[in-house]
């Protein structure tokens, strides 16, 4: 079965310092791997999305990035937070419907 | 496209009565549709999921939903709620045209009374 590890869970962070949230999965090989985000007090938005490696689309326009720089490994990155990047990430894989979920990040931009 | 809509933002039950959180779909494909579950400051636990097979489906914890596909509904219920169950419940839809990616529903935070 798949495990994903997702690191750090909480994250303090100032306005304007940069982002790096990794994601890796184990137990499977060529997922398809997905960056979420959940706002405070809302559902979960679709960032980003890979099929393999150095493949990446995005869903919607934002200060963040997203790279696949190995099979199971996804990471999210930003050059200059901003206030509006606060929230809870997750990380999931997926493989013929089998989703898996990190158990996430809490990012607070201060 | 894939859209889920969560009909109720917030619903409230008393310990050992019914719970009902409704979700609709709208989908292209024959959809999977999935119910998840958020604890406070938890990561996300799947409840059950639909993938074609039977319309009625069994989760974990005492959760089952009922395809509907001439209502294009997908409705989670359990005969008897526990003060455990009070958590943001996600109604999600799959997109098999992009990648299998999750359409997630607004959510339904359930409160439970004693």
């Known amino acids: 079965s798949q495990t994903i590890h997702q690191w750090p869970a909480t994250l303090v962070q100032p306005v304007g310092s940069p982002l790096s949230l990794e994601c890796t999965v184990e137990g499977t090989s060529n997922p398809n791997l997905y960056w979420y985000r959940q706002a405070a007090g809302r559902g979960l938005q679709l960032l980003f999305y890979?099929?393999?490696?150095?493949?990446i689309s995005s869903e919607v326009p934002q200060n963040l990035s997203a790279s696949r720089p190995q099979d199971r490994q996804f990471i999210l990155s930003s050059k200059k937070l901003l206030l509006s990047d606060s929230g809870f990430y997750l990380c999931a894989s997926d493989i013929n419907y089998g989703y898996t979920f990190g158990s996430g990040t809490r990012l607070t931009v201060v | 496209a894939q859209s889920v809509t969560q009909l109720d933002s917030h619903v409230s039950v008393s310990e050992g009565t019914p719970v009902l959180l409704r979700c609709n779909y709208s989908?292209?494909?024959?959809?999977?549709l999935f119910w998840y579950v958020q604890h406070p400051n938890k990561g996300l636990q799947l409840l059950l999921k639909?993938?074609?097979?039977?319309?009625l489906v069994k989760g974990i914890n005492g959760f089952e939903a009922e395809f509907k596909k001439s209502e294009t509904s997908f409705h989670l219920t359990k005969p008897s709620a526990h003060m455990s169950d009070a958590a943001e419940y996600f109604c999600v839809v799959s997109d098999p045209g992009g990648y299998n990616k999750l359409i997630f529903g607004a959510g339904t935070r359930l409160a439970v009374h004693p």
């Open positions: 890979s099929v393999g490696i150095g493949q």
């Open positions: 639909y993938t074609s097979a039977a319309t």
């Open positions: 989908s292209s494909y024959s959809p999977s």
